[in-house]
Each structure stands twice: as C-alpha cells, then as structure tokens.
C-alpha cells in the first residue's frame, strides 16, 4: 500500500510537470515577465525584437570610419639630418675623399657618423653642422666650402643609415621594433605591414596613434576596409599603441554546440558570426525561436539593459541574424526546447524516485519481520 502511494504521488508530480514544461530545471529565458511588466526586473528591462526595421535604424546611425583632418592634412617634409645617420659623401673624380677606407670597402666603412651634436668631419672643410638640415641643403654646404680646394666637385650625399628618428609600436604586434623614419614618407597602412599583426590576440578597432601628446582613436578594420590608411603619413616621434583584445569578449552560452568565450577583435562581429564559431545551434537540445542577445549596461540606476530576441525558426532569420552586430561583452544565450528541459527533468526525477522505492520497500521488509 505504502509503494503504490509513493508511486501515486511521483504520477500526480509528473502529470503536473507535464502540463507546465516551465517548471522544468535547466536554463531558458522566459519573456512573457518582461512583456506583462510583472516581473521584478521587468522595469528594469527592454525586450526588442530583432527586425529588419531594427537592422535599418542600426545602419542608418552606424559611424564610418572617421579619420581627424589633421591626419589627413599632414605631408611630411624633406628629410632632415639628425644625430645617429650615417653619410656616404661621394666626390666625383676623388676617391680619396669619397672612399679614404678603400674602395673595395663596404658603404657602412666608408660613411660618416653625425655626432650627437649634429656636426660631422670632413677632409678640407673641418667640422660642419649636418643636423636638421636636409640632404640638398648639406651638399650644397660641402660643395661650397669644398669648392676653395678642389675645383668644381661633384659632391652627392645619401643617408645609408637611418637612426635619429623612429616611429615606435606597442601591443599586439608581431615585432614592435621601432620604425626608422627615412627620405621615403611612411604611412600608417605600411608601419602596420612591416610591423605584422597578432590577428589572434589583437583588438582591430582600438589602434592609438600618439602625436605630440596628442592621442587619436582609430579604427584600425573600418580604415582598411574604407582604404584610409594608406592616406594617414606618420612623423618621426609618433608612437602606436595595438590593444590586446583580452578584455573584449563576446559570451555565447546556453543550447550550442561548443559554448564559449569569444575575442572581439573587430567592432563588426554579426550575430551570425558569433554563433558560427560556437559551432551553431545544437540541433538536438535548441529552440529554434529562443535566440536572445542580452545588452548590459555600465550603470543600471539610470540605463536600461536590453535584450534582443530573434525568431530563428525560420533560415531566412539568419539573414537578420547576419545583419544584427553583437558588441563586446554582450551575452548571446540560445534556450532550450522543452522536451529538452523535460528529459533533464526526468534524468534528475527517476534517480530520485528509485531512492523513494527503494526506501519504501525496505520499510516493509522491516514492517513485515
């Protein structure tokens, strides 16, 4: 009698649960709360859906990329000598003015180093001031004033080493050796090239150009992709800086295949995007129609989180889905079915209803010795 009042009572539990699948454990979202206002949080909480009128508004506002004018604007000027360069000085017809080393010797032998002052030695004429003149201006000194000794030279001067003024980097690159600024202009979009990128590590949108002590914000994706840096010429002295994207994550989590934490590398990661490398919905435990992006905010007293649901019974959701741009530190969670929640229910119920049987009978057993 005791058993089949146990078991009549694991039934009644049963039927009861059957015909309210949200009692079920596991994790779902419900949104009739949010929509009636009843809940707790309901006040605190925006529930939108995701269409293509919501797509629209968000392209409609989305920024391009936008670049300060003065970045713009800047051309470099000719190269100016500076202290660590090193001259080779030809003097056509005197190789022992242009090669006193020999001339079998490399250029480097045979180069002038500017002194940390600027001045430099040459045979004749002495010390002159090379620094901050440009090359022109630093041939034409050595002509004149060579010109009391030799008659009519032929001077030419080239830089064969560039060491007085560098472009620094920082961050996720793959070599942050600083940069030699040369009598070839360098621009942004070759920097990065020579520098290399750590795509796996880097923050794409946060790159920092440092320009006497002012600092500009660059979207480093939005910029190639809209050709701009190649427009963008660096000045001797410029620093960048390539944030990590160790604290800019995305976090899929709920009825996918590989739940995860997910680097924002770029600011245009599509909800799509974001589920393709979590491997997709699980096609056995999802809900098609439970697909939710839950927006927080920095301060919840005067901001009001958002939740972006999408129906994604059906494909053509996943065209919205591909338009929809996650942000970082948004959580995307998928629910499960109900059946789903249901069978986690019964693997939790049944264990628990053995243990009642199993007492049960042994309070018998004791009852009938």
């Known amino acids: 009698m005791k058993v089949l009042t146990g078991a ?69 000027e000719p190269y100016a000598i500076g202290p660590g360069d ?72 080239s830089v064969i080493g560039y060491d007085s003024q560098k472009i620094s980097l920082q961050g996720a690159f793959v070599d942050t050796t600083p940069q030699p600024v040369t009598a070839v202009p360098l621009t942004l979009s070759q920097a990065i090239g020579n520098a ?34 190649a427009d963008i010429h660096l000045r001797p002295g410029d ?13 899929v989590v709920g009825e996918v295949t590989r739940p995860q934490t997910i680097g924002f590398k770029t600011t245009d990661m ?30 919840i007293r005067t901001q009001t989180p958002t939740v972006y649901s999408l129906d994604a019974r059906s494909p053509a959701s996943y065209v919205l889905a591909d338009g929809f741009r996650v942000r970082a530190g948004d959580v995307v969670f998928v629910g499960p079915a109900g059946v789903t929640r249901w069978n986690r229910f019964l693997s939790q119920l049944l264990p628990l209803s053995s243990i009642v049987n199993n007492a049960t009978n042994v309070r018998d057993n004791l009852g009938s010795d």
């Open 8 to 76: 009549l009572a694991i039934a009644t539990a049963t039927a009861a649960l059957l015909s309210g699948c949200s009692l079920a454990p596991g994790q779902h979202m419900s949104t009739s709360g949010l929509l009636r206002g009843d809940s707790p949080e309901s006040g605190h909480v925006e529930l939108v859906p995701i269409t293509p009128k919501l797509l629209a508004m968000d392209q409609a506002t989305r920024q391009h990329a936008t670049v300060p004018q003065e970045l713009l604007d800047y051309r470099p």
């Open 86 to 157: 090193t001259l080779y000085i030809t003097v056509w017809d005197h190789p022992e003015l242009t090669s006193p080393a020999g001339t079998q010797q490399q250029p480097q032998a045979n180069g002038r180093l500017v002194r940390p002052d600027g001045t430099l030695f040459y045979p004749y004429i002495g010390t002159i001031q090379a620094g901050g003149s440009t090359i022109e201006q630093l041939r034409d000194t050595i002509t004149e004033r060579l010109a009391r000794f030799v008659e009519s030279p032929q001077v030419d001067v």
């Open 196 to 229: 290399g990128i750590d795509t796996g590590e880097a923050d794409l949108s946060g790159l920092v150009l440092t320009r006497d002590g002012s600092q500009y914000a660059l979207d480093l994706d939005a910029l190639n992709r809209e050709r701009v840096a």
């Open 239 to 251: 620093h960048l800086h390539l944030p990590f994207n160790d604290r800019k994550e995305v976090y």
């Open 270 to 299: 599509s909800l799509t995007q974001a589920l393709g490398r979590a491997g997709g919905l699980n096609p056995l435990t999802s809900k098609g129609k439970a697909v939710y992006v839950i927006r927080g905010v920095e301060d």
